[in-house]
């Protein structure tokens, strides 16, 4: 039995976890940041690679201790270096390196976007490949063909903010706290999803595969300080009832889900392919769960999608290693970070 330490330090989770070749997970652990950010209302990238400076180690001491595992028992050290913010994926892949370097076990590199949607295979057991893979997050909104675990095909993504951003934008706006994905879906219960009617950008678009979520995000500004208004939403929404608020949460929440639902049929239409991956924070969403798999089941499609807690940033998903340690693809000591690029 192979066991592989995957380390995840992306974005704002500092994250290891120890996987075995048959997929088990010995340990995870995740130390979220949230709440150092959650003043700023969104991730301050020097704050977040400080933080995982400091959280790293203990982390990664974290998960053999409660594994119980030998550190000097492990295959291979694997860690995401790409895409994600700079100075955060620099802590983890120093780490990882240090590691495999001190062990002299070999290094895997991971793909964030890829882990992502490989939680969909974790979770379920079933290999899902060939399919359409749909990430939404705080970063990304795109949807890529996945020909296999580790061979993925960008077909389109956001032409502006991801959806994520989207919801913690939308959040600051309401004054709710970060991250603005599930204060959304907290403070959007019992509100009326008609209450106003935010667009549902590109649907009118069928053949094109991509988002766009400016707009609405625009839309609800001017919904609390007036049309091309200039003043301060935060301002206006902190004299609003609770009624109100989330009224506007739910209306934009659906408008929000629509559209992702919407041009995620549209791409499956298109392709012809019938199986739908789904991973990324937002994914964990109670309305955008619901409506995707009566939309799925519907038109008899497919549908993986992680339970929530491997949704968001993990350790876990990073098992995706196993398929790069199982075809002998490891990487030299000078491996470094991508934020950017997709592989
Ligand atoms: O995948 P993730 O943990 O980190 C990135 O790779 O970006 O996604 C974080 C994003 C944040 O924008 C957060 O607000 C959003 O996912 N999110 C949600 C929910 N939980 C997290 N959005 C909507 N509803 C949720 N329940
Ligand atoms: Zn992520």
Redesign the pocket.
Known sequence: MAVVLTIET????TAAALVTDEFVVLGSVVASQDKLHERYGGVVPEVASRVHFERILPVIDLVFFESGVNIFSIDAVAVANMP?LAGSLLVGLSAAKSLALALGKPLIAIN?LQA?IYACKISSGVDPFPCLGLI?????TSIYYCADAINFELLGGTMDD????A??KV?AMLNLP?????S??RAAVGGDVSAYNFPRSLLNESDRIGFSFSGLKTAVRYCLVGNGGSGNPAEVAAKLPNTEIANIAASF?EAAVDALVGKTLQAMTKSGVRTLCV????A???R?RKKIQEVTQKQNYNLFIAP?NL???NAIMGAIAIERYKRGLFESLDLNVSPGLIR
């Open positions: 992306t974005c704002d989770e994600g964030h992502h939404i997050s705080g970063g990304h991801a959806v994520g951003e919801f913690d959040a970060y991250p603005g994905g599930p959304i879906e929440q991973g990324g924070g937002v964990a969403n109670g955008f929530p949704c968001t940033d």
